[in-house]
């Protein structure tokens, strides 16, 4: 570590711990290898470490550096990492070492996952990147065959270290495409039923999930990628079931058990109306009775639909949750608006 002086460029006093046109500091020198474009003395497009007497980026040779920015392997001008070697061919060795198998040779079958991963733009932030220990380990791990090189094995990993390196094998087709969002969806699931006491709850949800929410984000997924109100909706709906289901257990009951006046007494509790879906889904398969589920109101209350609403159009709004929630809400407002 430099003493601290003024800097040359910035004339802030800090470490210089680099030398250029005089003492400089760090951030000060990171931009210098950085700049890159058409040297204004010869013309040449190439690294401008320097400064010319206007205060303009020029390169190594017009200004008369004498440090060389140049890698050892490429040539490539830039900031140099250990060995003399640019940012690119240090990330290329240090995923090469990651991807080889006990011998410290180079895996065939992972030839293509370094690929997607050192073919970049950015490789200073790709090298920031895979120098993250659990990124580190999770390429280890591809190698030594502890994790299968498939949509199930990342599923095996963190989420957010997992989610970067799926993309790139998407992308590069070494993977087969399947929705991010679904499959952040399915992670977030997982995480969720393994916090749910009950293990009859714990089925029932599962159950829930397997025929009708992460069957109808498939359905959905298949012909556009999905948003992320999308999942927040599905999240929403298997938070709010756990939570009825968790509801009726404090009262000594279970689904079947259910009544009339105990629903209506939920309904009075819980504003949220997610756990409408759910209740449908298990009314339709004989899991509870078949009982009357409150409409709500634009301020989450519930209210009797009066008979004078045409039923085919209130039936509607109510029961498709493929509609926007406005209209849903605006539907079931005009339809039970008595006629004058």
Not at 77 to 88: I, K, N, V
């Amino acid at each position: 570590m430099g003493a601290a002086q003024a800097c040359a460029r910035c004339r802030q006093v800090k470490s210089t711990s680099h030398y250029l046109e005089g003492p400089i500091c760090r951030s000060c020198f990171g931009k210098a290898v950085r700049t890159r474009g058409r040297c204004p003395g010869c013309g040449t497009e190439r690294l401008l470490p320097g400064r010319d007497e206007h205060g303009a980026a020029v390169c190594r040779d017009c200004v008369g550096l004498h440090r060389d920015f140049s890698c050892t392997r490429c040539a490539h001008e830039g900031d140099l990492w250990p060995g003399r070697l640019c940012e690119r061919c240090t990330l290329h060795d240090l995923v090469a070492g990651l991807l080889a198998d006990a011998d410290g040779r180079p895996q065939p079958f992972l030839e293509p996952v370094m690929a997607a991963v050192v073919d970049t733009d950015r490789p200073r932030s790709r090298l920031m990147w895979v120098r993250f220990p659990h990124v580190s380990r999770l390429l280890g791990d591809l190698a030594a065959g502890r994790v299968p090189l498939s949509h199930d094995g990342l599923d095996t990993a963190p989420v957010r270290t997992a989610t970067l390196l799926r993309d790139l094998l998407m992308d590069t087709g070494v993977l087969p495409r399947r929705d991010r969002q679904l499959l952040l969806y399915q992670r977030w699931l997982a995480d969720r039923l393994a916090v749910v006491r009950n293990p009859e709850h714990r089925q029932l949800l599962q159950r829930f999930d397997t025929w009708h929410v992460s069957r109808r984000l498939r359905t959905k997924a298949a012909k556009e990628p999905l948003s992320q109100s999308q999942i927040k909706y599905a999240r929403n709906q298997i938070s709010q079931a756990a939570t009825l289901l968790e509801w009726l257990g404090r009262r000594g009951l279970d689904l079947r058990q259910c009544t009339q006046p105990d629903l209506e007494a939920w309904h009075r509790e819980h504003s949220n109306t997610a756990a409408q879906m759910f209740l449908r889904w298990s009314m339709h398969n004989g899991r509870m009775p078949k009982l009357k589920r409150a409409a709500q109101t634009p301020t989450g209350r519930p209210r009797a639909a009066s008979p004078r609403v045409p039923e085919g159009q209130l039936a509607r709004v109510l029961r498709d949750d493929d509609l926007p929630r406005r209209t849903r809400v605006a539907g079931a407002s005009s339809s039970s608006t008595p006629s004058r």
